[in-house]
């Protein structure tokens, strides 16, 4: 079975979404790392025996500390894919040059509103539709290639209710985009 990492930094419904779907039908979800050691993902992911480790961004004198720490965990269990679900870190070349096969999801339509808050201020633009995107991780944030998009009309009358809805896109649209990219040969690797 092909194996992905998962990093994630909070709540973890998309982890946890990604776990109920694909793990241990699909793929295996070999390891989930957290930079966050009070993420409520954490027990999420221990629910279903996915192992958990938490590498403790605060613990590292540099990014690039930490990321050496992420690359070297990542390193050991060796994916086939990365895939940050809800990781709130910026990532260094340490990184970037290291794992060359991670995904990210974004709640919104890259290159649309890059960075934090991307809910609430795609939620108060003037646009008609709003959306998700998963793309390759790249040095820049929220900048690598697009993977993949889905949209919407933006009809919701509260930010709570946009939100669900950009939550029930990511979790119909993530793990199809998982799934196709392990399929083909292009789990980037180089
Ligand atoms: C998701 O909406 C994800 O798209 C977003 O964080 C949320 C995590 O929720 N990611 C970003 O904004 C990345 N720039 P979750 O922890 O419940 O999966």
Redesign the pocket.
């Known amino acids: 079975m092909k194996k992905i990492v998962i990093l994630?930094s909070?709540?973890?419904?998309?982890?946890e979404n990604i776990i109920q779907k694909l793990h241990d039908k699909e793929l295996l979800v070999a390891r989930a790392i957290t930079n966050n050691p009070s993420a409520k993902?954490i027990e999420r992911a221990k629910k279903y025996g996915v192992e958990v480790e938490v590498i403790d961004h605060k613990k590292f004198p540099t990014r690039e500390a930490f990321d050496e720490a992420l690359v070297r965990s990542i390193e050991e269990v060796d994916p086939d894919l990365v895939v940050l679900?809800?990781f709130?870190r910026i990532l260094t070349p340490v990184f970037t040059q290291a794992i060359t096969n991670a995904i990210?999801?974004?709640?919104s339509l890259l290159p649309l509103f890059k960075g934090a808050k991307?809910?609430e201020r795609s939620f108060e633009s003037p646009m008609k539709v709003a959306g998700?995107s998963v793309h390759w991780v790249s040095e820049e944030l929220?900048s690598g290639e697009i993977i993949d998009q889905a949209c919407f009309r933006k009809d919701q009358k509260s930010l709570e209710e946009f939100e669900a809805k950009?939550?029930e896109i990511?979790y119909d649209l993530y793990p199809k985009v998982i799934l196709r990219l392990l399929s083909q040969e292009a789990a980037r690797r180089s």
Do not use: Q, R, S
Not at 104 to 107: A, V
């Open positions: 994630f909070g709540n973890g419904t998309n982890l993902g679900a809800g709130m990210n999801i974004h709640p991307a809910i998700v929220d950009i939550h990511e």
